[in-house]
């Protein structure tokens, strides 16, 4: 089954998010998910503990890495704008740099940004040569969810997604 990263529901925020990681590590050749909490933490778009800027960073950071809070939601950030295509792996798995279409993101405005997050979404499929998947799947998600809905009189449950369109072997 295909997985697909979720680090919040609000596209306003995911794009506003983004715009702020941009804004502030452009420039720099790579970059990795500590930068990006930094950021997040920096402009109080992230918390942990019940806390915002540094002292949320401070409560949140673990030495065991997976359990760190906010290298985790910078960690699903990252997957969802590697995903969309804003951002790409550079030779070490967790270190990024910005792509064009991620610079193009930037310039949007408020009118035409879930426009173009939609296209971004449209757009995915797997594999792709930026991403791999452990699954054997050959699918373009959001097409197939789409179509799949249409066929359910554009209607379809969250585990009806996860049993048709996201398990498809090839779309």
């Not at 906010?70 to 951002?87: D, T």
């Not at 979404?121 to 789409?146: A, C, D, H, M, W």
């Amino acid at each position: 089954m295909i997985r697909f990263p979720n680090p919040g529901s609000d596209i306003d925020s995911f794009l506003a998010i983004f715009k702020q990681i941009f804004t502030h590590l452009d420039g720099t050749e790579n970059f990795n998910l500590d930068q990006i909490s930094e950021v997040l933490v920096k402009k109080n778009l992230a918390s942990s503990s019940g806390f915002i800027g540094q002292k949320a960073l401070e409560l949140s950071t673990r030495e065991d890495r997976s359990r760190d809070p906010l290298f985790n939601q910078s960690k699903m950030y990252a997957e969802l704008y590697r995903h969309l295509g804003w951002i790409n792996t550079s030779d070490k798995k967790l270190e990024f740099f910005f792509t064009e279409l991620g610079e193009y993101a930037c310039l949007t405005n408020a009118h035409n940004a879930k426009t173009f997050l939609k296209e971004c979404l449209i757009g995915i499929s797997y594999p792709n040569v930026n991403i791999s998947v452990k699954s054997e799947n050959i699918i373009r998600p959001f097409p197939t969810i789409l179509k799949t809905m249409h066929k359910l009189d554009n209607c379809i449950s969250r585990d009806e997604i996860i049993l048709g369109p996201l398990s498809l072997k090839n779309d």
